[in-house]
């Protein structure tokens, strides 16, 4: 049963930078694409990032350049560091293996950016 806890949300000014962290548990997180998601308030959820099994990386077009996902296969954790933050990136952030049912991710974390 895989289980995810995500830390390193907050409260952060424009320009600032948080570092989110998702430790996974139940299963191998380097042998499957590893996502970041959010969800503002009154927003569709929407996926920012994404690390492939191979390593490779995707990026939703409005964090490109800000943000960067990154793998701890030893410590099977994966990261997202997020720079030059904006008032738009608040959300409520949440780490899942791609195709993990909705109902089976952890509990996320607030991250809130102020103008």
């Known amino acids: 049963q895989p289980n995810l806890v995500e830390s390193g949300g907050g409260l952060v000014q424009s320009g600032g930078s948080l570092r989110l962290s998702c430790a996974a548990s139940?299963?191998?997180?380097?042998?499957?694409?590893m996502t970041w998601a959010r969800q503002a308030p009154g927003k569709e959820l929407e996926w920012i990032a994404k690390i492939y099994s191979d390593g490779g990386t995707w990026y939703l077009e409005s964090v490109k350049g800000r943000f960067t996902i990154s793998r701890d296969s030893a410590k099977n954790m994966v990261a997202l560091q997020m720079n030059n933050l904006k008032p738009e990136d608040t959300g409520r952030y949440y780490c899942?293996?791609?195709?993990?049912?909705?109902?089976?991710w952890g509990q996320g974390m607030q991250v809130t950016v102020s103008s």
């Open positions: 139940g299963f191998t997180l380097s042998l499957t694409a």
């Open positions: 899942a293996p791609e195709g993990l049912p909705r109902v089976s």
